[in-house]
Structure formats: C-alpha cells, structure tokens
C-alpha cells in the first residue's frame, strides 16, 4: 500500500508542478502583450508625426513652386 500512495503523490507532485509552470508562461505573455502595446501607441505616434512632416515638405514646395511661377 506504501507503494501506491508513493506512486500518488510523484503523480500529484508533477500535476502540481506542469501547473506552475503553465501560469508562469502565461504571466509572461501578459507582460509580453503589454510591453508590445506600449510599443504599437508609440509606433502610431511615430507615424502621425512622419505624416505631418510630410505634410509641411509638400506644402512647402508647392507654395515655393507657386512663388516661382508667379514670377515668370
């Protein structure tokens, strides 16, 4: 009977233990997830930033290109 209540309790011991090792994974993820979304709202702040850079280079070649042309 020893032997079976030995064989029980490596058998929990191990349950036990692929248990923690999930949750430990799965609180990495989320720590993972959130580190990737601070990074997602910067990468959108970045490009909104491009795009108004873009858009002040274009607006100001075109005033310059209107300027030119006026004085022919």
Aim: proline share 0%.
């Amino acid at each position: 009977m020893d032997v079976f209540v030995f064989i029980i309790a490596i058998i929990g011991i191990t349950t036990l233990g692929g248990l923690i090792r999930e949750k430990i994974k799965n609180d990495a993820k989320r720590a993972g997830n959130s580190n990737n979304d601070a990074y997602e709202q910067r990468f959108v702040q970045m490009e909104e930033r491009i795009q108004t850079l873009e858009r002040i280079v274009t607006d100001q070649k075109t005033q310059l290109r209107e300027k030119i042309d006026s004085l022919k």
